[in-house]
């Protein structure tokens, strides 16, 4: 069975990624059975669109180009995470977000949604677009899930709480749709998770809005601060989690049971800790440290080693 991992973020950790699909191109011997690139999410500052983690800044339209097509030239999806939870009426003509959607319209490249008012502009205006449903949706009840699952989506990723809860995983049905976060760095059950997304998701509508207006061309955007002692946690913090999802469960349990979508986290954390996680869930254990060694060198190095 092809196991598909959908990973983090196609702008910030470009090099990154271009490294891993050059060695898993190079080496396949060091990577597990199946193991595939299913998308690789994101955003593109400053689109308002946007959420789940904060995309801030500026992106020229060449850039975009040119990251769009390194990934999808290699048959790898972008997938935007346009998952913001406070979008309404008004913010739907965004223009660089249209702007982004008319680029990548080529009938590859996806979309996380979280708004029923975005997704249906969406599915009106891009209908080219396989469109997933997010677990920002924080999904807790088993009927909404399952009706969730019978709707029009590509892929629903579960809300991080159902991990490891095998009873419940067993009579989950469609688990080729189910989408897994396997790492999650958000403490289980935490209380404040939907209020830290609108917090991020108004801190994404400023930042729009800082950036097309022309009196604030030479000001620094500051997103609203929200304290949160996991956000920055790396691998290792997280493993005793009862929501963190192991290797050897991954490929031992997880699959054999018929899922084989999932979804590692860590569009804010440094590319090294990235790194971590795909040498963790994607590397043969006998090759993690070979593996990792030649994708410092390689990330590090000022020479393009990657095509």
Not at 64 to 69: A, D, S, T, V
Not at 210 to 239: D, G, S
Not at 241 to 258: A, E, Q, R
Request: hydrophobic content about 35%; charged content about 25%.
């Amino acid at each position: 069975m092809d196991i598909y991992f959908h990973i983090p973020d196609f702008f910030k950790h470009f090099r990154l990624h271009m490294v891993l699909i050059t060695v898993m191109k190079n080496h396949p011997e060091y990577f597990r059975d199946g193991v595939k690139i299913g998308s690789i999410y994101g955003s593109f500052p400053p689109a308002m669109w946007n959420g789940g983690r904060g995309s801030f800044g500026i992106t020229d339209e060449r850039t975009i180009r040119e990251i769009l097509n390194a990934f999808n030239s290699k048959g790898i999806p972008c997938r935007f995470t346009f998952t913001n939870p406070l979008i309404k009426k008004e913010h739907l003509g965004d223009p660089f977000c249209n702007g982004l959607m008319r680029v990548a319209n080529n009938g590859l490249n996806q979309v996380i949604v979280n708004s029923p008012i975005l997704e249906e502009y969406i599915r009106e205006n891009y209908p080219k677009y396989p469109i997933t449903s997010s677990t920002c949706k924080q999904i807790r009840d088993p009927d909404e899930l399952k009706a969730e699952l019978e709707k029009d989506y590509n892929l629903v990723v579960l809300d991080y709480n159902w991990n490891n809860n095998f009873d419940f995983l067993e009579k989950v049905p469609h688990k080729e749709k189910c989408e897994l976060l396997i790492n999650a760095c958000c403490m289980p059950n935490c209380p404040r998770r939907g209020e830290h997304y609108k917090t991020i998701g108004q801190s994404q509508i400023n930042c729009a809005e800082h950036a097309m207006n022309p009196l604030m061309k030479n000001k620094l955007f500051r997103p609203i601060e929200f304290e949160c002692p996991y956000e920055k946690l790396h691998l290792y913090q997280t493993t005793g989690f009862s929501t963190h999802i192991s290797p050897d469960d991954l490929y031992n349990k997880y699959v054999p049971m018929g899922y084989n979508q999932f979804k590692i986290e860590g569009r804010t954390v440094p590319d090294i800790n990235v790194l971590e996680n795909y040498v963790y869930y994607m590397v043969k254990p006998e090759f993690k440290d070979i593996a990792r060694l030649e994708m410092l060198g390689i990330l590090t190095s000022n020479v393009k080693h990657f095509k």
